[in-house]
């Protein structure tokens, strides 16, 4: 697909149009997607985490990136944003399909569910280079073309430009093989005001952009998945942390307290066992 612009449409759109247009370019911006009140206490909650926040220490990451995680403990004011109809009905419209099994001689179809994956705040600033492209549903190891798995959402806290690193998009690189290469050349960059949002599916090929300007550029970002892409049985509430401490180091990473490449169950961006064994740590803040 090509383009001037990435779609883009605002919050009386349609649901149904919504779903059209992830399904065919694999993005879409929506304007005004977060009212002035939200986008507000956002940013007096989320900024001044920021401004402490280490920078990354993974170049992946980026040197001059700064990156908080586990936002609903830290805000009051992201529900409305995971809650938006357009983001969340789209999310439930193109994840949630019906499948079926045979139990004995029964054909029973079933419809997953979908979870809170991951969300974190961002903070590009000045000199920061571009992100590599990637894909964020490579994170399950995923093949493509096929079911979308994430959808995920990136709110702009302050103004998305070419010069401060919006985000880098390839529109329909969702339905691409698993063997052609992103390139910079085919993407385009998600420029938009404060409080509208982008929206894209896991399979599509995206990255911060390069902050060529003389302010920082901060967004926030939340993605859905599938709930199946879980263990079976919750071990985190099943085993008492008290009990998990007095376990080997390997069973309490087959309990869940590790990272799965390429970068699965993290806490904070590090190994989560570090919150088993030290708690009450801030890793980003350090």
């Known amino acids: 697909?090509?383009?001037?612009?990435?779609?883009?449409?605002?919050?009386?759109?349609?649901?149904?149009?919504?779903?059209?247009?992830?399904?065919?370019?694999?993005?879409?911006?929506?304007?005004?997607?977060?009212?002035?009140?939200?986008?507000?206490?956002?940013?007096?909650?989320?900024?001044?985490?920021?401004d402490d926040a280490r920078y990354c220490a993974k170049g992946y990451d980026g040197h001059l990136t700064r990156r908080v995680s586990s936002l609903f403990r830290r805000t009051e004011h992201l529900t409305p944003v995971v809650t938006q109809p357009l983001y969340l009905g789209a999310a439930r419209a193109i994840m949630q399909k019906p499948s079926h099994m045979w139990v004995g001689r029964a054909r029973i179809e079933v419809t997953p569910n979908i979870q809170l994956s991951?969300?974190?705040?961002?903070?590009?600033?000045?000199?920061?280079?571009?992100?590599?492209?990637?894909?964020?549903?490579?994170?399950?190891?995923r093949r493509h073309p096929g079911p979308t798995s994430r959808v995920q959402l990136m709110l702009a806290m302050t103004e998305f430009t070419a010069e401060n690193g919006a985000t880098l998009v390839i529109p329909g690189s969702h339905l691409w093989d698993d063997e052609t290469p992103p390139a910079y050349s085919d993407a385009l960059p998600a420029v938009m005001p404060a409080?509208?949002?982008?929206?894209?599916?896991?399979?599509?090929?995206?990255?911060?952009?390069?902050?060529?300007?003389?302010?920082?550029?901060?967004?926030?970002?939340?993605?859905?998945?599938?709930?199946?892409l879980r263990?079976?049985?919750?071990?985190?509430?099943?085993?008492?942390?008290?009990?998990?401490?007095?376990?080997?180091?390997?069973?309490?990473?087959?309990?869940?307290?590790?990272?799965?490449?390429?970068?699965v169950g993290w806490y904070e961006m590090e190994d989560p066992r570090l919150a088993l064994i030290e708690p009450g740590v801030e890793p980003a803040l350090r």
């Open 118 to 141: 991951a969300t974190q705040a961002i903070r590009i600033d000045p000199g920061q280079g571009r992100q590599p492209l990637h894909r964020d549903d490579s994170l399950h190891l």
């Open 1 to 50: 697909m090509s383009a001037a612009a990435l779609p883009r449409v605002g919050t009386g759109t349609a649901l149904e149009k919504v779903v059209e247009i992830l399904e065919d370019a694999g993005c879409v911006i929506i304007e005004d997607f977060a009212t002035a009140d939200t986008l507000a206490g956002l940013r007096a909650d989320l900024e001044p985490i920021l």
């Open 195 to 228: 409080g509208s949002c982008l929206i894209w599916l896991g399979g599509v090929y995206h990255g911060g952009g390069a902050n060529r300007s003389d302010r920082p550029r901060v967004s926030l970002t939340v993605s859905l998945d599938l709930g199946n």
């Open 231 to 263: 263990p079976e049985e919750n071990q985190f509430l099943a085993v008492p942390r008290e009990t998990a401490l007095a376990l080997p180091e390997e069973l309490q990473r087959l309990l869940g307290y590790d990272v799965c490449p390429p970068g």
